[in-house]
T-cell receptor, first 111, second 112 residues
Framework: GDSVTQMEGPVTLSEEAFLTINCTYTATGYPSLFWYVQYPGEGLQLLLKATKADDKGSNKGFEATYRKETTSFHLEKGSVQVSDSAVYFCALNNAGNMLTFGGGTRLMVKP | NAGVTQTPKFQVLKTGQSMTLQCAQDMNHNSMYWYRQDPGMGLRLIYYSASEGTTDKGEVPNGYNVSRLNKREFSLRLESAAPSQTSVYFC???????????FGQGTRLTVV
């Protein structure tokens, strides 16, 4: 079946550092890929998405490129802020009825 | 701009008690979902409703039942709570299955 693997956290960075959170997936066909963010005490919010190979999703300074050749959708940000501290989830949907989530990666940004 | 509303936000149950988690969305979405979130395990789908009048099992349905009351509302029932059901429960909705999902703020349930 479909699966999503994320790097384990927590990831601890200083403010203004470069962020990469790795995400790889296993799926047949051509899934849509998503990054969701969960701030403390809240539900998940969609951060960005890509629906086909080589698409780049971007939002709030975050970017991720759909790489079918490496089955990856790594999340990047050039300069993180304390307010980016949250848990980040990679997810896919393969034309089915449900999103398949990775285990989540906690990001902690220190001033 | 309510989006997806879940009640209650917190609940403590004794083993064997029953309860219903309520969820309502005001976005006229067709599909609704119930997930549970456990440490280190991401989110796992319990049940979903692709459209009004239909429900289907997800990855971890045992011990739960659901009702799609109407297009807006999708409830999750625990008939006899067990400590293994201690978790954070999220309701979500989407315009159609496979589209972007919108989540509620979650219900933190503890079963003692």
């Amino acid at each position: 079946g479909d699966s999503v693997t994320q790097m384990e956290g927590p990831v601890t960075l200083s403010e203004e550092a470069f962020l990469t959170i790795n995400c790889t997936y296993t799926a047949t066909g051509y899934p849509s890929l998503f990054w969701y963010v969960q701030y403390p005490g809240e539900g998940l919010q969609l951060l960005l998405k890509a629906t086909k190979a080589d698409d780049k999703g971007s939002n709030k300074g975050f970017e991720a490129t759909y790489r079918k050749e490496t089955t990856s959708f790594h999340l990047e940000k050039g300069s993180v802020q304390v307010s980016d501290s949250a848990v980040y989830f990679c997810a896919l949907n393969n034309a089915g009825n449900m999103l398949t989530f990775g285990g989540g990666t906690r990001l902690m940004v220190k001033p | 701009n309510a989006g997806v509303t879940q009640t209650p936000k917190f609940q403590v149950l004794k083993t064997g008690q029953s309860m219903t988690l309520q969820c309502a969305q005001d976005m006229n979405h067709n599909s609704m979902y119930w997930y549970r979130q456990d440490p280190g395990m991401g989110l796992r789908l319990i049940y979903y409703s692709a459209s009004e009048g239909t429900t289907d099992k997800g990855e971890v349905p045992n011990g739960y039942n659901v009702s799609r009351l109407n297009k807006r509302e999708f409830s999750l029932r625990l008939e006899s709570a067990a400590p293994s059901q201690t978790s954070v429960y999220f309701c979500a909705s989407s315009e159609r299955t496979g589209a972007e999902a919108f989540f509620g703020q979650g219900t933190r349930l503890t079963v003692v």
